[in-house]
């Protein structure tokens, strides 16, 4: 159990719809990061937040979205979706805000869009 | 463009034989990498990692060696247990800036009892 939670693990939805994946990051872990794995695909970088702020961010796109509470735990929005989007989405954490170093995942949100 | 790259999709190995995982990075700014395991239906753990003023790193039955020139580095399993198959994930960074951790796409191991 590395001590990342996040909720759903599954979603299935219509494409055009609006999800919301949440993550609950370690205890401490002032770092959150998301990742989308799609099929035959490595993990792919979308955002890092820190603090509450947004630190670094990948190839995200316009239609997806994030953001990390006070409390630390973090949202990713994915709207307008597309069947491209289905894909497992990991969120990780880590104590400092940068990413040279040991990330703890989460068991991912499989996201199947039909 | 694929910065990290692990060309073999899959690698099957017999039990107590050695099993390497090879990875090639492109970017000559990456200077810190890792190694991370993913079981089905798990997250990806941290394994091991090397900085690039070493060119091999230890932690029991695992070793990484890295290969500077050739931009080239690979993981070593010795001796290969059933519990070790997995999914592994290269990845790679550069530690002093804040840059994202590139993955590559990753090596199935399936070790065979």
């Known amino acids: 159990d590395s001590g990342v939670t996040q909720t759903p693990k599954h979603l299935i939805t219509a494409t055009g719809q609006r999800v919301t994946l949440r993550c609950s990051p370690r205890s401490g872990d002032l770092s959150v990061y998301w990742y989308q794995q799609s099929l035959d695909q490595g993990l792919q970088f979308l955002i890092q937040y820190y603090n509450g702020e947004e630190r670094a961010k990948g190839n995200i796109l316009e239609r997806f979205s994030a953001q990390q509470f006070p409390d630390l735990h973090s949202e990713l929005n994915l709207s307008s979706l597309e069947l491209g989007d289905s894909a497992l989405y990991f969120c990780a954490s880590s104590v400092g805000g940068f990413q040279a170093g040991e990330l703890f995942f989460g068991e991912g949100s499989r996201l199947t869009v039909l | 463009d694929q910065q990290v790259k692990q060309n073999s999709p899959s690698l099957s190995v017999q039990e107590g034989r050695i099993s390497i995982l090879n990875c090639d990075y492109t970017?000559?700014?990456?200077?810190?990498f890792l190694w991370y395991k993913k079981y089905p239906a798990e997250g990806p753990t941290f394994l091991i990692s090397?900085?690039?003023?070493?060119d091999k790193n230890e932690d029991g039955r695992f070793t990484v060696f890295l290969n500077k020139s050739a931009k080239h580095l690979s993981l070593h399993i010795v001796p290969s247990q059933p519990g070790d198959s997995a999914v592994y994930f290269c990845?790679?960074?550069?530690?002093?800036?804040?840059?994202?951790?590139?993955f590559g796409k990753g090596t199935r191991l399936s070790v065979i009892a």
């Open positions: 090397i900085s690039s003023i070493k």
């Open positions: 990845a790679a960074s550069v530690a002093k800036g804040n840059t994202p951790l590139v």
């Open positions: 970017n000559s700014m990456f200077d810190y």
